[in-house]
Every structure is written in structure tokens, then in C-alpha cells.
């Protein structure tokens, strides 16, 4: 018989998502069932809830997208419209843009304050903006 490693105890402190303070945060153990925990509280609020080890998704995040669905992508796009390319300007996610070099492209997201990530025919490609 494999000893189970650190099943958790009542009193515990864990890491949780915190549905009032919307973060990962510190959480006490509360309940546990079927050596799972099933309900903790928010050592900042105080808050009683059930475990949540991870932060939910965002809905609809652009970043999600894989190269595959650039077809599909381009499909809904009017490539006349396609913005040139150019450091100097700022694009925003979604928008269409024609890179002298990669040909037509998706922005998915702004990353820092001056890179953008851009799905292109083959792959993602990381560029500058608003320099
Ligand atoms: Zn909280």
C-alpha cells in the first residue's frame, strides 16, 4: 500500500481562487471529502467557498487561437482592408494587418506595452507597435 503523499487536513493553508477578491490567494481548509478538499475560506476576506485550485478562463481570449484556425480566421476577414504594417503605429487584437515580410495577418494579443502577438499563415509571431 503506497501511502497517499500530503493528503490535505482540515486547517490546512492552500492556494485558491477567491471568487470576491478575483485572485489566487491564501485559503484554510474547511472541508474534505473523499480526501479532496471541497470547501476552504479566503484568509483575506474570509470568504467560505467551494476549492478552487486554478483561476477561471477568461472567456473568448484571443491568445487560444492555434495557427490551424487562421484559415477560419481569414475566412471572416476582408483582406483590402488589412492595415500596413509599421512599427510606428498601434493595432489592437483582431485587427487585420499585411506585413511586408509575412503576408497577411490576425492581431491576437498586446503583450508589454509595445509588442503584439500576430497569427500569420504559418505560425504566431511576436512584433513591435507604437514605437
Ligand atoms: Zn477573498
Not at 106 to 123: A, R
Amino acid at each position: 500500500m503506497a501511502e497517499a503523499k500530503a493528503a490535505p487536513n482540515i486547517g490546512d493553508r492552500i492556494d485558491s481562487y477567491c471568487g470576491r477578491c478575483k485572485m489566487m490567494l491564501a485559503h484554510t481548509v474547511e472541508t474534505i471529502e473523499n480526501g479532496k478538499i471541497k470547501k476552504c475560506h479566503c484568509n483575506t476576506c474570509g470568504a467560505q467557498h467551494a476549492y478552487r485550485p486554478k483561476a477561471p478562463k477568461k472567456a473568448g481570449v484571443p491568445s487560444a487561437l492555434e495557427p490551424s484556425d487562421y484559415d477560419k480566421l481569414m475566412k471572416s476577414q476582408d483582406a483590402d482592408k488589412a492595415r500596413k504594417y509599421a512599427t510606428s503605429d498601434k493595432f489592437q487584437p483582431t485587427e487585420l494587418i499585411n506585413h511586408a515580410t509575412f503576408g497577411l495577418g490576425i492581431v491576437l494579443t498586446c503583450k508589454e506595452s509595445n509588442k503584439i502577438e500576430v497569427l500569420f499563415s504559418d505560425g504566431a509571431k511576436t512584433l513591435v507597435h507604437c514605437r
